[in-house]
């Protein structure tokens, strides 16, 4: 089956500046690639997605990143801003599916310095 | 907005005590899940559902079950709690259909704490 490897487990960055979350994935057959944040006391919310026919997707300071070849995709915020401190989950979707859909990372907690 | 709700969000019991973990959604999803949420932040996959009368059980052995009667209610049920069922208990549900591509909605979750 599909495993989903995430780093790093903590990243703590100065608001402003970047912050960048990686995941590699097992099975080369994965061809949709979403992410989820996760405020607390709440549960994960979709944020961003990409499908294996796209190599790059950005929607205003969120953007992601897809190299099929080295199987990993790259979640990249930019201008960091409080808000952004959650913990944050990249996934992968099998192509044959699976009757459970999904196959979660980690987590990341991002950690936003005033 | 994600139309689907979790009760109770806390929820503090003795060992051996019988409870149930309600999850409620409105948008009419034909699938369901359950994930146990441990404290390193991991999510693990307990149960899913594809509809009504349908349950099956996910990566991580649970020693819980659940039941499908309504296509809007899932709920887990521990029938003897005990402290190793210490975690965060979040629902999900997702359109069934035949791309991959499921957007999964969650619930804020509920918290058990089991003394």
């Known amino acids: 089956g599909e495993n989903v490897e995430q780093h790093p487990s903590t990243l703590s960055v100065q608001e402003g500046d970047s912050a960048v979350i990686k995941c590699t994935y097992s099975?080369?057959?994965?061809?949709?690639f979403p992410w989820y944040k996760q405020e607390l006391g709440k549960g994960p919310q979709l944020i961003i997605d990409?499908?294996?026919?796209?190599g790059e997707k950005k929607d205003q300071r969120i953007a992601v990143t897809l190299n099929k070849t080295a199987k990993h995709f790259s979640l990249h915020i930019t201008e960091t801003q409080p808000e952004d401190s959650a913990v944050y989950f990249c996934?992968?979707?099998?192509?044959?599916?699976?009757?459970?859909?999904?196959?979660f990372g980690k987590g990341t907690h991002l950690i936003i310095q005033p | 907005e994600a139309d689907i709700y979790q009760t109770p969000r806390y929820l503090v019991i003795g060992t051996g005590k019988k409870i149930t973990l309600e999850c409620s959604q409105t948008?009419?999803?034909?699938?369901m899940y359950w994930y146990q949420q441990d404290p390193g932040m991991e999510l693990h996959l307990i149960h899913y559902?594809?509809?009504?009368?349908?349950?099956e059980k996910g990566d991580l052995s649970s020693e819980s079950t659940v039941s499908r009667i309504r296509t809007e209610h899932f709920p887990l049920t521990l029938e003897s709690a005990r402290p190793s069922h210490t975690s965060q208990y979040l629902c999900?549900?997702?359109?069934?259909?035949?791309?991959?591509?499921?957007?999964?909605?969650f619930g804020s979750g509920t918290q058990l704490s089991v003394l």
């Open positions: 999900a549900s997702s359109e069934a259909g035949t791309g991959r591509n499921e957007k999964l909605f």
């Open positions: 099975d080369s057959a994965s061809n949709y």
């Open positions: 990409i499908r294996s026919n796209v």
């Open positions: 996934a992968a979707v099998p192509s044959g599916g699976g009757a459970d859909g999904l196959t």
């Open positions: 948008m009419g999803h034909d699938k």
């Open positions: 559902s594809y509809g009504v009368n349908s349950t």
